[in-house]
Nanobody, 125 residues
């Protein structure tokens, strides 16, 4: 498994922006697709965005398309999530995750076996 540590969460007003980071260690980061998920209180953890191992492919949940951007820097073993035009409904704990298979692109939660501890994002109205 890979070790993942998220940072960058916080409290922001609606319409504001935040940039989340996820530092990875323990295996070759550049061989794995990565994903961001989120979990609001009382709700299931849901997919937010995914990116392929070299960053050539990305996918987003409909609820964040056009507002969030996933990216990665393989030289720094770091994954990012730029979040713009934030809404109160974006409030959640955000997790980065890595799938168990290398060179395998997926956005299915069941395929991810390594998770960070999460970072809280709170958007006030």
């Amino acid at each position: 498994q890979v070790q993942l540590v998220e940072s960058g969460g916080g409290l922001v007003q609606a319409g504001g922006s935040l940039r989340l980071s996820c530092a990875a260690s323990g295996r070759t980061f550049s061989r794995y697709a990565m994903g961001w998920f989120r979990q609001a209180p009382g709700k299931e953890r849901e997919f937010v965005a995914a990116i392929s191992w070299i960053g050539s492919r990305t996918d987003y949940a409909d609820s964040v398309k056009g507002r969030f951007t996933i990216s990665r820097d393989n030289g720094k073993n770091t994954l990012y999530l730029q979040m713009n035009s934030l809404k109160p409904e974006d409030t959640a704990v955000y997790y980065c995750a890595a799938p168990r298979r290398s060179y395998y692109y997926t956005s299915e939660k069941v395929d991810f076996d390594s998770w960070g501890q999460g970072t809280q994002v709170t958007v006030s109205s």
